[in-house]
């Protein structure tokens, strides 16, 4: 881990303390200076699968940076008498790198999603961040990561988003980031709100920590992955009267 940021460790995880703001200052320095730079935006649903696979808690730990992506990390931490300052979700972070990378002629590999969500964001991309050199967009069905290593590699490209989904995307990028001197993050299912497939939470629900709530109304086969949050909570409030 690195030490920029103070941690709060929930379930063997660490989170780190600080702002979006702040966050985003030190990878923008960072990918000026070609630090390779590996980030995940982990929520309860993350910590709570690398609870129960040794394996993968050992990629996450081994990131550079570990944001609290959901209420349910803040409510953790909270628990633990070790508040953090705010949200840092993958999305918010992507369109803030984004818009920074357009500004500052940054190049980006996509590699993620289905056929037809990536065919949208070779439209939409250049429209939303004309300043951004797009240098690469797969989608997630590959069966061997190979020919894509190699054109990540060939690219060099400044960040590489990963939109795999969880514990795929983080093991692609934990075995294969040392191709660049770049930024990796692993961004679920950002792609399909880039291309507009699916619609991001209205402000209001964003507001009041609630997206959860409004992707799960939109989209019921999510109720089985907010079940863990019980589990995790009772796990939490375990560690806490542990310490």
Do not use: C
Request: hydrophobic share 40%; proline share 7%.
């Amino acid at each position: 881990m690195s030490a920029t940021f103070p941690t709060v460790t929930v379930l063997e995880i660490p989170f780190i303390k600080t702002t979006q703001a702040q966050f985003l200052t030190t990878l923008q320095q960072r990918i000026t200076q070609q630090e390779n730079t590996f980030v995940v935006t982990a929520n309860p649903e993350i910590v709570m699968y690398a609870h129960e696979h040794p394996d993968y808690q050992a990629t996450i730990q081994g990131a550079d940076f570990v944001t609290p992506d959901g209420i349910g990390i803040l409510n953790g931490a909270q628990i633990l008498g070790q508040p953090l300052p705010e949200r840092i979700t993958g999305f918010d972070t992507l369109q803030a790198l984004l818009t920074w990378g357009s500004d500052h002629h940054r190049s980006a590999y996509f590699v993620g999603a289905k056929p037809e969500v990536v065919a949208k964001l070779a439209t939409r991309l250049p429209q939303a961040y004309p300043g951004l050199d797009i240098v690469g967009l797969k989608d997630g069905y590959f069966q061997d990561a190979a020919p894509i290593v190699a054109d990540i590699a060939a690219k060099q490209p400044d960040m590489v988003f990963a939109a795999l989904g969880f514990p795929k995307q983080e093991n692609f990028i934990a075995t294969h980031r040392q191709v660049t001197q770049g930024l990796w993050m692993g961004v679920g299912g950002s792609f399909d709100v880039l291309a507009g497939t699916v619609p991001r939470a209205p402000q209001f629900w964003q507001d009041h920590h609630l997206e959860w709530l409004y992707r799960t109304l939109k989209d019921p086969k999510r109720l089985k992955r907010i079940a863990v949050i019980p589990r995790y909570l009772h796990l939490v409030k375990r560690q806490a009267k542990q310490q």
